[in-house]
Structures are given as structure tokens and as C-alpha cells.
């Protein structure tokens, strides 16, 4: 993003704006707080860079950003609060008077609409059957848009009587609409069948209803006998079964209305609509026609006046009202009438509806389809079949004026003001809302298209170049029309572009450059067929492309036109994108200059916007994938065997590859400049006998060049100090010669110990002209004149200062040596400028058709070697950081959804996957990586498949489709050998007379080569496709074979391939090894579902203060980190509606806040909500899901709930099982959860046999000599010692007791403690030796002392359940106490006068029973 931080001064001394935030930049990267969506945010900064509101607020006026510029922390804190109260106007109640109830308070807030109290009303349980009504403040009607806090007269305890208005068709369609949704909604149809935002979830089938409630209902930690703790069977440690069935438990509202609680067995509309003229006249909308419960056959009027009966039957028209008419205004209380079974039902129905969790409820924001689902009887539905028919155009609830314009609605929405924060929560709202209702009309859009129902506009052309206009969205095929992609590489290329288009959109969209428009973009694959939907340019249909285009080339490079004012929008887009402005020669072979790929073209639309579009080429080529005659890679590539020939030439490096390319490259800069400064010094210290002759004192640590230029220096960013700290303390660490005696070492500590930033964010510094200075780390104080160095990069201004500390410097123009130290150092890392670091890429290198001028052949050769480079980065640097991570568990992919997202957050696209997988098979360590070298076989396999499945489809038609998928997937699962199709009959017959309409259909006619696909062939071209696209050669024929080799699981395999490809299977269970029959029959493949790719706008600024909470709770600041997080979650709220991923992740940190701070009640809540949230908005078996049921199993226990407790950890694994098998590091903490709560309910025996599976894994994924399996193994021996085993309970504790020993030392707490349970265990083990022989030597009258076999208590059990969850309390000691307050104090002194930031201490929750929670991983 662009920032306009620009005009504010860069060298006032010691502005530090936001010096706060650069600490919190850098969390240390736990499991827990990974930031919630791992592309970077809105305005470019990655997951692992902060900015509060003075640097992510873009656009600040001056006066907030000096606002922000305290330089202590509580400075920042409070101008948030400034900032946001904004919004947090107090709210207050009104009281509601609706006809026929008691009046009733609601609490409002001065900024919600008039509309929204009706909404809450038409969902209130008592008047939810109400949608025709006004508001009226005494008398007067309020305008349904108007804001409260507008309304005159509005306050605390006003009346607002509900008054019923006569109804309209549009109004009388919205009631019956509402009515039937009422009806409808506890049915779980909408949600199988993937419509209007509907999705799965479970939850509350385990939790028996609200957690909330149950807290205070069932204490049942007590009477352990209730619980039933016995899993099923497939559930325990070792069981082969992977069951589907349990996948979608019943659910018991669900039960309720599938027979007993039928409200009306036919609601349609009349087939005498629309009423006659002369019943117009009498106030005839609409007519009805129902059938009720009892059998009565209805005929209704919707009149003006309300619904009444009317004397027609199904063959007779008689709209006079019968006697009596029951004239009412609402459907229900008509209904409620003239049924006694209506009338019960629908009362208990409603009772239903709102006890469920409202996130039960709410559509989510985008469309979540399910892989499976049962078999849903089809229903009678009037508003179901009319949608279909109308495709809803006709009437949009809210817009007047038939279809959307969708690219002013996108549009608009941009041009929106953004100077303060409501400003900016406003517009990222309407974009956010006009984007996901483009992405649901685009998918409509998409199917619509493929099914045939769409007329093409130029429908003389052979069908797969036909284009479509529907509902003001263009949607295209991709397909290679007209050979435009012929030297990229035909269909596969026109296939790859719109997935990189869409890619370009999404960079572009998220620098947010004013002025600058990109089309809404949403890619569709369905069915086999790949459609592009846009929005339309105003104008762009009226003429041909060659007139509109005013900037970039629409023939690749051959034609190329330039435009002043596209150079100057692209030129701000630059920097931020890193690409490099440069020339290129068009037909005439002049010079045309451009700061783009010259695929990208420039239209000025009628509505005088500057639209860019065609953005493929965004970013640079990757050259291990583009073979070029005569270019030598570097010699990593090579090594790997690259380059190999790719399927299109449209290969690119995804922008998180490019980002970290260029931080790696700018920390080899600084470490450059530091080196030759150290030597220069050395050199300048032989000669100069003392430094003091110097006018400034010049010290050792070289820092960034000051500048004195505020514009060259106007942008900069947290990440690039952090960086700069890091190199610094890489770099040199030698004597200082300081001038004050403040105590130094507590800036290099603070450095070192942050790991070395994971940032993938940008850093271009700009220096200018001047040398590298040289400066002192003593401490300058702040009334010393000195110029602040700053660093420049993408963000607002920081100065350096706050990284280095503050050091006189001398006039940067003095010393050509360091001039030519920094000249160096640019050239060695291949910057395009010689007295800065800027690295930039040129996208058109490599392009065919693309011709550069003579005089650039330098700078061409330059930019050919970093793109190199940059290829030769990832194969080197970053396949074996992401292996590294896996080992370590700081990545912990579960699937193949969170390994694609493992590889894209490193910059790794997926075709690398077959040289990732090798690296894994040569890393000395992979036993250790066997999850991840299955879960990416499976991966492989799947993706390979898919492909497959494209083509394979593209040649069924429609008649045929579930016979094909399911032959499909016989083949592709199934052990059966000669799996046959089965070719629907009736298509045998009529065969000659389909052949007339046959080329209606992209694709279509009778095509049955899809049913001559044999399991072998199939595998036979999966491995051929893994060897071409992958490289990686599998060494298999068929799905046994796989299972056997790579360890997969058949029905995992099914998961993957059903959502890559859309297909909905009946949820039964399969028998796939089964070698009499196939697996799959056509009644199995319920439906096809569209895979969707489009744009996530951003929350930005809740994205800031979500990552400065996490911050602050990594550095101990619980209550702030709290606070701040909060007020994220506000933001969110605000931005995206109730539900979002990152919603999600905002409720699971508060949660284990709320835990850690002691208030489990409200922790259970917030998680209960975060589990309920992933549910439906990232699937139900998601392994993010997985996760939340895992900690809200941790709350439950607390909150004493135990056999709630096991039955979600039960859940947990159960679906774990089905997404990634037994074998996964994951799994060893979830077994030593069920474990410790098995043995706190006294279940020793099942116990045991998860906590030993725990014990096996976690030493083979860990290592046999790691503190997690000593954790393991006390936690094995505590169970034997409840069971009174002594002597095996001795020798894990022993086990434990060495490894502790080993790692920690004997002086160390945990090496005590074990030693100390050694002795016990040894003086019980000798007391029942006593005792037996005792009883041997004696017989029966022996005295025997009673043994103390004793139950765990829930507390210790709920010590090492948090032990293992890694949330660890700290006892503090008196003189620990002192100790810290003094350090807190010194530290605050520190940055006070703009020193160290890197606080690693707690200063909140000491109140805590005097123990400071730390939240940290064990091990």
C-alpha cells in the first residue's frame, strides 16, 4: 500500500513514530498465535510484521500520526483508544411494542440503521413472522436507512411501536419468502446442496446443546460414575477401521423435522398467478395454494390487507373469500387458525431455532461446500423452484433497478474516503460485502454457463471459444482461443493465466493504489471446464479491443503503447510489487517505456476510470521451469535438474518467494556494508592515533546511512529494522567506545535473542548519495542535535534510531570511502541502484516477442542473473527451510489443503512438490518426516488425478455424468480389477436422434470413451503425469499398491480427490477393497460442486491491532495483549460480519487468554465459538477445526465438564483418522489429552493404551532423547502407579529421569522432581512388597497397612493437561517478584529515552495468585 506518511518530516530528532509497534514485530513464531490468514495483510505486511494504527492506518492525517508518536508504550495504547472510540459510542435500550406482545427492551447502538432493529424482530421468537411492519417514534415513521443516533427524540427508554403496513407484491414475495424460511430452518438441506452461504456443523451434537448453559446445569465432575468414557471402537490406538458414517453425526433438531414436526405439507404458489386485472382492482397480489398437516387443501389470497382464504380449488377460480376469511396480516397467524398441528409445531420449531448458537445460524461470506452427505429427501418448495427459474435477477432483496452493476458496485467501493478509522472500517466493510456477493453471483454465473443455460454472444463459433454475458459479469473458458497462447503453450497455458491473472488482481488490489482500477475477477473450475468471470469495463463491449487499449501490448510485446498517466499510477505500484520500471521496442523499434509485463493493458472505461487488466505476468518468470537456449542457471538449479520444460510458459515466483528473496538479500547488504566499514576502521584506527581528534566519536557499529532527504526516506517499515538489528548483531560485536556509561548490552541482548525475522516483507532502504556514516552506540541524548538514519521500505517512516541506538553522526557526505563501501554492497546483492538497496524485477525478461533496446543490454543482463538468483533461492534456501520447519514442528501440515499453504507461504509453488518430496527422501532425519512425505504423496497423487479427472469429464455429458464419476472413481480407489461403467440405458436408444442438438453444451455430445477408462490405465497415466508435471517417478500400478508402499489410506485419498475436483458422495460406508464388486455405484455421486478462486479483501486495520495483541502476549502483556485483541475483534466484526477465518483465530487467542488469565467460563465461550466458526466456515473436518475441538476440550475439563471433555478429544481424533491417518506428530499430543482424562475419570486401562501411543510417537517424531518423551513417559508412569504396577511405573519414570538428567542437568527443577517421584515410587513399590509377603507368610489373619492408591485430582491432571497443551504457570517467588518490578522499571526507563524495544518481561497479571503465566511450547 501506498503511504501517505510521505509529508511527515523524516529527520526530526527522535520522532519515533511507532517505535512501540517494531518490537512486536517480531513474535517468535508459536503454534498458537500464527497470525490468521498466512498471506500477507491488506497492505503488504507479512503475517510476521506489526503496525498499530500510526503505520498501518494508511492515509493518517498529521495529526494522528502525532498522536501516535509517543515513544512509550502507554503513548500508543491510549491513542488507539483515541482512535477507536470512535465506534464504541455507548449504546442504550429502547423499549419494542409490536401488536398482540408485551412491550420489551432491546439494546442499540447510536450506529446501527433503523433496519437492523428489524431485523433483530424478524428473528426474535415472539415476532419473527412479522416482515411487513414500520417503526414509529411517537407518531412518526423511521426512515428504515436512517442511522439511530440521526433520529431526533431517540433515547434511553423511548417506544417504538411496531405498526403493520400494507403490503405490495415485492413485500408480500419477501413475507412468503421469510415465512418459508422460517419453516425451513432447522433442515440441513441448503447446507448439503452448497446454497446461500449455508454450511455443516456439528458442535452442538457433542456438547448436548450451548456449553454456556450446560456449565451451570450438569456439574458432573464429581459423580464420575455417569461417564461413559469408552470409544468407539475405530477410535482406539491401533484400529485399521476409518469409518465415513461418523464423519456427520445426527443431529437431533435435524431428527425433529424430518416427520413429527411437519409445520405444513405444501406451501407453492398458486397456478392461477398472477391475478386477474379486476382482482387487481380489489387489492389481489398473489395467490397461494397449501396443504396442511391434517390434509386440508387451501387456497389463499395475499391481498394488500394481509392473506385470507379464498373459494378456489385446484380446477375452479373463485377468489371471493370463504367464510370465515381469517383475514390476517401475517401468514402464521392465518395458518395458526385453520391448524391445530400448525400451530403447535411451528411454536416448537421456534423455540428450536433460536436455542441454537446464532453461529449455527448466520450465512457465512463466502460458499462452503461438503464433500459428503446423506441422502436429504427433496421437499416441496415453492421459493426453491422459483429461484431456479428467475435465477434471481428479478428482485435483489435490497436493489431497486433489476441487476447489479457489479464493476460500479467494486469500483465505488474503492473510491470510498479512508482517511480515519470509521472512514476506513466503512470502506473495507462495503468491499468486503461487494466482493463476496460478486464471488456468489459469479459461481452462479459459472454453472449456469457450463450447464448450458447461458446464451453465448457469439453463438456461431464452436463452443469452447464461445463468451457469455450474464448478469453484468463476462465469463470466458479456458481455453487457448484463437491460438493466442500458441508459444506459451496452447490450452495448458490458457489454463494457468487466469489463476495468475487472478493472482495479479490480488497484488494490485492489495497496494490500494487511489486511481488505479482492477476488473473483480473470480475463477471457476467445474465440471471439467475452467470459466473466468469479470466484471465488464463501461464501454469495453462497444468497441474493438485495438482502440481502447492505450497502454502495454494486446498482441504479447509485438505492438506496444505507453501512456504518462499509466506510468505514473504504476510507478507508486512499483516499489511495493518490486517491479522495475524499463523499456522495451515496439513494431517500429522505437523505445516505449513501461513499469508493468507488457501483457498488461491500460483501458481508460467510459466512466474515465484507468482500469488494468491481464495481469498474468505480474510477477517474474521462475527459469527453473523455463528452459532458454543459451542461459546457463545457477549451479543449485542445475544441480537439481533444472530447468525442465514446464507444460506453458507462464510459469511465475509467487510474491511471498520474491518477498523473501529480497529480505535474504538485504541482510547480505547490511552484512556487507558492515564488514568493509569494520575494515576500513581498522585500517583508519592504525593510522589515527586517537579517536578523540575526531570532531564525532565514531564506534564500531556500522549503521544505515542518515539522510537528511525527508522524500527519499518517507517510507519505511518494522520489518527492515528488525533486519538491520539482526545483521548488526551478526555482523559486529565488537568494542564500542561509548561517551555515556548507560548500560549497552541490553539492545544487542534484546537483538540477538529474536531469531532471525521471519518477515516476508519488503526492504528497499533508501540511501541516498551519501556514505554509510558510522556512529556511536552510546546513548546520544535526545537534546543533542542529531539526525535520526532511517530506513526506507514500503511502510510509514521509522527511524533506525529505535533499532540502533541513537548515535551522533557525521554529514553523510563527507567519507567517498564508505560511499564506496555501499557501492559495493549494492552491486554484490544486484540492486538497480548504486547508492541504495532497491531491488526490483523486470516481469518481461524472458518473455518471447519481447524486444528491449540496444543501450539496456547491461541492465537486462543484470536482471537475467537475479532472476536466476532468485530461482536458485528457492531451490537452496527455501525447499530446505520448509523441510527444517517440518522438523521442528514449527510447520505441521495435516493435510493437503495446510501443505499447499505451507509450500505458498515460503513462496513454493506446487510444482515444486515432487523436488520437495525428494529432499525429504535424502534428508538424513526422514523417519522424522514421514507425515509430511505421505501427507505429500498424497498430495502428488491427488493432484495428479485431478488433472486426469478434467479432461475426463470435459467428454461426458450431462446424462452421464454420476455413472462417470463413479466409474472414475472405482477406478481410481477401488481394489476391484475390472471395474465396468455402467452407461445410462436409455441413452443407448436414442443415440441417432440426440446427434441433431448436439453442440449446445461446451463440449458436449455423446461421448462414452469416458467409460472405457480401466484401473490401470488410469494409474498408468497418474504415474506418467506425476513423472512429467512433478518429476517424481511413483512406483505403483494400482491403489493397493499405494496403500501398501507410501502408507495412505484409501478413504483420506477419496477426501483429497472429492474436494480438489467438487464431487458430493453419499456418506455411507465404502468397501474399497473389496475384489467382487467396485466400490462406487452412480447412486453414490449426489452432486458436483464448483471449486472457486477469488479475492479476500482485507480487514487491515484489525489485522494491526489483532498482531499487536499477539505481540504483547509474547512479551507477557497479558492484559494489554487482551485488551488489544478485543478491539480486533471488534474491528473484524465490523469488516467482515460475524463470521471469517480470521475471526476465527482472533476468538481462539482470546480464548486461551481468557484461560490463561484464570476465567475459564469465558475462555469455554469464546472457544466454543471459535470451534463453531471453523466448522462452517473452513469444513467440518478441517484440520484447523481439528485443532479448535482440541482446546475446547481443554476448557471443558477445566470447567469440570468431563465427559464433554472426552467426547470432543474423541472427535478430534476420529476426524484426524480420516484426514491424515494415526502416524502424525499432532497425534501424540491428542493422545496424551485423552489420556490424562481418561486417568483423571479412572479408566487406567484405556489410559494406557492412548498415553503409550502417545509415548511411541512422540519418540519417533521427536526423538528417543527429547523432554516431550520424558514428558511422555512420567505421564505413562503416573498411570501405573494408579494401578498399583510399581515396577513399570519405575522403569518409564527412570526412562524419564535419564533424558532429564541428559538435556537439563541434575541441578535443574525437572531433573528434581523426577527424582524425588523415583523415590516415592520406590518407597510404595517396597510397602506392597511388604505387604504381600506379609500375607503369604501369614495368610488370611495377617495385619496388613492399608496401601493409598488414590485417584489423580482433577487439579494435577489439569497441571499436565495444560503442561502438554504448552501453557506452563511460572511460581513466583517474593524475591522474584522485587526482582522483576525492578527490571520492568528499568526497562521502561530504557525506552524512555528510545533504547532498547525489545521487552521480553511481564508487568500485567502478577496478580495471578503470584504465578505469571507464560504461554509457551514444552520442549
Known amino acids: 500500500m501506498v503511504s501517505k506518511t510521505d509529508d511527515i518530516q523524516a529527520s526530526v530528532p527522535n520522532c519515533n513514530v511507532n517505535t512501540v509497534d517494531l518490537a512486536e514485530g517480531e513474535t517468535p513464531d508459536h503454534q498458537e498465535t500464527k497470525a490468521p490468514n498466512k498471506d500477507p495483510c491488506a497492505c503488504g505486511h507479512s503475517a510476521s510484521t506489526v503496525v498499530m494504527n500510526g503505520g498501518g492506518a494508511h492515509y493518517h492525517s498529521e495529526e494522528e500520526s502525532k498522536q501516535d508518536g509517543g515513544g512509550d508504550t502507554d503513548g500508543v495504547e491510549d491513542s488507539n483508544e483515541q482512535e477507536v472510540i470512535v465506534i464504541q459510542d455507548t449504546g442504550f435500550t429502547v423499549k419494542i411494542q409490536a401488536p398482540g406482545t408485551e412491550p420489551f427492551d432491546l439494546q442499540v447502538s447510536p450506529q446501527e440503521m433503523v433496519q437492523e432493529i428489524h431485523q433483530v424482530l424478524m428473528d426474535r421468537e415472539d415476532t419473527c413472522h412479522r416482515t411487513c411492519f414500520s417503526l414509529q417514534l411517537d407518531g412518526n415513521v423511521l426512515d428504515n436507512f436512517a442511522e439511530l443516533k440521526s433520529i431526533e427524540g431517540l433515547q434511553e427508554g423511548s417506544l417504538l411501536k411496531v405498526v403493520e403496513e400494507p403490503y405490495t407484491v415485492r413485500e408480500a414475495r419477501i413475507h412468503v419468502r421469510h415465512i418459508r424460511d422460517l419453516l425451513k430452518s432447522l433442515d440441513p438441506s441448503d447446507a448439503y446442496n452448497g446454497v446461500d452461504c449455508n454450511s455443516l456443523s456439528f458442535l452442538s451434537v457433542f456438547t448436548d446443546g ?356 499509466y506510468l505514473e499510477l504504476l510507478e507508486r505500484t512499483s516499489r511495493p510489487l518490486k517491479v522495475q520500471r524499463h523499456n522495451v521496442l515496439n513494431e517500429k523499434d522505437e523505445s516505449v517505456e513501461l513499469c508493468s509485463s507488457v501483457e498488461c493493458k491500460g483501458i481508460i472505461g467510459n466512466d474515465g476510470r484507468h482500469y488494468i487488466l491481464d495481469l498474468l505476468r505480474t510477477f517474474p518468470p521462475d527459469l527453473n521451469f523455463l528452459p532458454v537456449e543459451g542461459e546457463e542457471l545457477s549451479p543449485e538449479s542445475v544441480r537439481q535438474g533444472f530447468p525442465r520444460q514446464h507444460r506453458h510458459r507462464l510459469a511465475c515466483l509467487r510474491q511471498e518467494l520474491i518477498e523473501a528473496f529480497v529480505e535474504h538479500r538485504y541482510l547480505l547488504f547490511m552484512k556487507m556494508a558492515a564488514l568493509q566499514l569494520m575494515q576500513q576502521k581498522a585500517n583508519k584506527d592504525s593510522k589515527m592515533a586517537t579517536l578523540t581528534e575526531n570532531n564525532s566519536p565514531e564506534a564500531a557499529v556500522p549503521a544505515l546511512p542518515s539522510t537528511e532527504n525527508p522524500d527519499a526516506s518517507a517510507k519505511s517499515s518494522e520489518t527492515s529494522t528488525e533486519t538491520l538489528t539482526d545483521g548488526k548483531s551478526d555482523a559486529v560485536q565488537i568494542e564500542t567506545t561509548s561517551t555515556t556509561d548507560a548500560p549497552q548490552p541490553a539492545a544487542t541482548e534484546a537483538t540477538t535473542t529474536e531469531a532471525a525475522p521471519k518477515a ?266 506425476a513423472q512429467s508435471y512433478y518429476n517424481f517417478t511413483l512406483h505403483c500400478e494400482n491403489a493397493d499398491q499405494v496403500v501398501e508402499k507410501y502408507g495412505l489410506q484409501k478413504i483420506t485419498l477419496l477426501r483429497e480427490i472429492s474436494i480438489k475436483a467438487g464431487i458430493q458422495i453419499l456418506i455411507k460406508e465404502y468397501n474399497f477393497d473389496s475384489r467382487h464388486k467396485p466400490a462406487f455405484t452412480e447412486e453414490d455421486i449426489l452432486n458436483i460442486f464448483p471449486v472457486v478462486k477469488h479475492v479476500n479483501p482485507k480487514a487491515s486495520d484489525a489485522f494491526h491491532f489483532f498482531q499487536s495483541g499477539q505481540a504483547k502476549v509474547q512479551q507477557g502483556y497479558l492484559k494489554e495483549g487482551c485488551e488489544l485483541i478485543n478491539e480486533a475483534l471488534n474491528l473484524f466484526n465490523n469488516v467482515y460480519g460475524a463470521m471469517h477465518v480470521e475471526i476465527c483465530a482472533c476468538l481462539r487467542l482470546l480464548a486461551r487468554l481468557n484461560y490463561i488469565m484464570g476465567d475459564h467460563h469465558e475462555a469455554l465461550s469464546n472457544q466454543q465459538k471459535a470451534v463453531l466458526m471453523s466448522e462452517r466456515v473452513l469444513g467440518v473436518e478441517h484440520p484447523n477445526t481439528i485443532q479448535e475441538y482440541m482446546h475446547l476440550a481443554l476448557y471443558c475439563f477445566a470447567n469440570g465438564q468431563l465427559s464433554t471433555a472426552l467426547k470432543l478429544l474423541y472427535r478430534a481424533r476420529y476426524l484426524m483418522l480420516m484426514v491424515c491417518g494415526e502416524d502424525h506428530p499432532e497425534m501424540a499430543l491428542l493422545d496424551s489429552n485423552i489420556g490424562l482424562v481418561l486417568h483423571g475419570v479412572m479408566e487406567y486401562d484405556l489410559s494406557l493404551r492412548f498415553l503409550e501411543n502417545a509415548l511411541a510417537i512422540n519418540s519417533k517424531y521427536h526423538g528417543p532423547r527429547s523432554l516431550k518423551v520424558a514428558l511422555s513417559h512420567h505421564l505413562v508412569a503416573r498411570v501405573y502407579e494408579s494401578k498399583a504396577e510399581f515396577r513399570s511405573a519405575l522403569q518409564h519414570e527412570k526412562e524419564g529421569y535419564t533424558i532429564y538428567k541428559n538435556q537439563v542437568g541434575e541441578a535443574h527443577e525437572k531433573t528434581k522432581e523426577s527424582s524425588e517421584y523415583l523415590k516415592y515410587l520406590t518407597q510404595q513399590a517396597v510397602a506392597l512388597q511388604r505387604t504381600m509377603n506379609e500375607i503369604y507368610k501369614n495368610g488370611s489373619n495377617a495385619s496388613i497397612m492399608p496401601l493409598k492408591f488414590t485417584a489423580p485430582s482433577m487439579a494435577s491432571v489439569l497441571e499436565q493437561l495444560n503442561i502438554i497443551n504448552g501453557i506452563i504457570f511460572i511460581p513466583l517467588s517474593q524475591k522474584d517478584l522485587e526482582n522483576l518490578k525492578a527490571e520492568v522499571q528499568r526497562r521502561q526507563q530504557l525506552q524512555e529515552s528510545g533504547k532498547s524495544m525489545e521487552e521480553l518481561t511481564v508487568d500485567g497479571p502478577l496478580e495471578l495468585e503470584d504465578k505469571i503465566p507464560m504461554d509457551v511450547n514444552v520442549d
Open 760 to 1025: 516476508e516483507q519488503t526492504t528497499e532502504t533508501d540511501i541516498p548519495s551519501a556514505a554509510a556514516t558510522t556512529m556511536t552506540a552510546s546513548q546520544a541524548t535526545p537534546t543533542e542535535d542529531n539526525v535520526v538514519p532511517t530506513v526506507t521500505t514500503n511502510g510509514p517512516l521509522v527511524p533506525v534510531a529505535t533499532a540502533i541506538q541513537n548515535g551522533e553522526c557525521e554529514s553523510p557526505l563527507e567519507d567517498p570511502k564508505s560511499r564506496e563501501v555501499v557501492l559495493n554492497a549494492c552491486k554484490a546483492v544486484g540492486s538497480i541502484s548504486n547508492t541504495s538497496f532497491d531491488i526490483r524485477f523486470n516481469p518481461d525478461i524472458f518473455s518471447p516477442g519481447v524486444r528491449f533496446p540496444e543501450d539496456s543490454v547491461d541492465d537486462i543482463q543484470k536482471q537475467k542473473q537475479l532472476l536466476k538468483d532468485a530461482a536458485a533461492f528457492l531451490v537452496s534456501c527455501q525447499i530446505p527451510s520448509l523441510v527444517k520447519d517440518c522438523l521442528d514442528h514449527s510447520a505441521l501440515p495435516m493435510d493437503g489443503a495446510t501443505l499447499t499453504e505451507a509450500l505458498h507461504q515460503r513462496g513454493i509453488n506446487v510444482r515444486y512438490l515432487g523436488n520437495v518430496l525428494e529432499f525429504v527422501d535424502k534428508t538424513p532425519a526422514k523417519a522424522q518426516l514421514e507425515h509430511f512425505y505421505r501427507i505429500g504423496i498424497s498430495e502428488l497423487i491427488t493432484r495428479c488425478a485431478k488433472h486426469i479427472f478434467k479432461t475426463y469429464l470435459q467428454g461426458v455429458e450431462l446424462s452421464a455424468l454420476s455413472a462417470a464419476v463413479s466409474h472414475f472413481l472405482n477406478c481410481f480407489l477401488s481394489s476391484f480389477p475390472d471395474a465396468v461403467a455402467h452407461l445410462p440405458p436409455d441413452e443407448l436408444v436414442s443415440r441417432r436422434k440426440n446427434r441433431k442438438r448436439r453442440n449446445r453444451v461446451p463440449g458436449g455430445g455423446d461421448n462414452t470413451a469416458w467409460a472405457s477408462l480401466t484401473p490401470s490405465e488410469l494409474w498408468k497415466n497418474i504415474v506418467s503425469e
Open 210 to 565: 450451548d456449553l454456556g448453559d450446560s456449565g451451570k446445569r450438569k456439574k458432573k465432575g464429581s459423580d464420575l460414575e455417569q461417564i461413559d468414557c469408552t470409544p468407539p471402537e475405530h477410535i482406539l490406538p491401533g484400529s485399521k477401521e476409518r469409518p465415513l458414517v461418523p464423519l456427520q453425526p445426527q443431529n437431533k433438531d435435524w431428527k425433529v423435522i424430518m416427520t413429527p414436526m411437519q409445520c405444513l405439507k405444501v406451501l407453492t404458489m398458486s397456478g392461477w398467478n398472477p391475478p386477474p386485472g379486476n382482482r387487481k382492482m380489489h387489492g389481489d397480489l398473489m395467490y397461494l395454494y397449501m396443504v396442511t398437516v391434517e390434509e386440508r387443501h387451501i387456497s389463499i389470497t395475499a391481498s394488500t390487507r394481509g392473506f385470507y382464504l379464498n373459494q378456489s380449488t385446484t380446477y375452479t377460480f373463485n377468489p371471493k373469500p370463504a367464510n370465515p376469511s381469517f383475514l390476517s396480516h401475517s401468514l402464521v397467524e392465518l395458518l395458526s387458525q385453520i391448524s391445530p398441528a400448525f400451530k403447535k409445531n411451528f411454536t416448537v420449531l421456534q423455540k428450536t431455532r433460536v436455542q441454537r448458537h446464532p453461529f449455527e445460524r448466520i450465512a457465512t461470506p463466502f460458499q462452503v461446500y461438503s464433500w459428503t452427505a446423506p441422502q436429504v429427501d427433496h421437499t416441496m418448495d415453492c421459493v426453491r423452484a422459483e429461484d431456479a427459474y428467475t435465477s434471481r435477477l428479478g428482485y435483489e432483496e435490497h436493489i431497486p433497478g433489476q441487476t447489479r452493476d457489479w464493476n460500479e458496485e467494486l469500483q465505488t467501493t474503492r473510491e470510498l474516503a479512508r482517511k480515519n478509522l470509521p472512514e476506513r472500517l466503512l470502506r473495507e466493510r462495503a468491499i468486503f460485502k461487494v466482493h463476496s456477493d460478486f464471488a456468489a453471483a459469479a459461481t452462479r454465473g459459472s454453472m449456469a454457463v457450463i450447464d448450458g443455460n447461458v446464451m453465448a454472444i457469439n453463438p456461431g463459433e464452436e463452443t469452447r471459444m464461445q463468451m457469455f454475458i450474464w448478469n453484468n459479469i463476462f465469463f470466458s473458458l479456458g481455453f487457448d482461443v484463437r491460438d493466442h497462447y500458441r508459444e506459451l503453450g496452447g490450452d495448458a497455458a490458457a489454463h494457468a493465466a487466469p489463476t495468475n491473472d487472478l493472482n495479479g488482481v490480488r497484488a494490485y488490489g492489495a497496494v490500494d493504489v487511489e486511481g488505479l482500477y482492477t476488473l473483480g475477477t473470480v475463477v471457476v473450475d467445474y465440471r471439467g471446464y475452467r470459466v473466468t468471470a469479470q466484471s465488464i469495463i463501461p464501454g469495453i463491449l462497444e468497441r474493438e479491443q485495438e482502440q481502447s487499449v492505450i497502454y502495454g501490448s494486446i498482441d504479447f510485446g509485438k505492438t506496444v503503447v505507453s501512456h504518462g498517466k
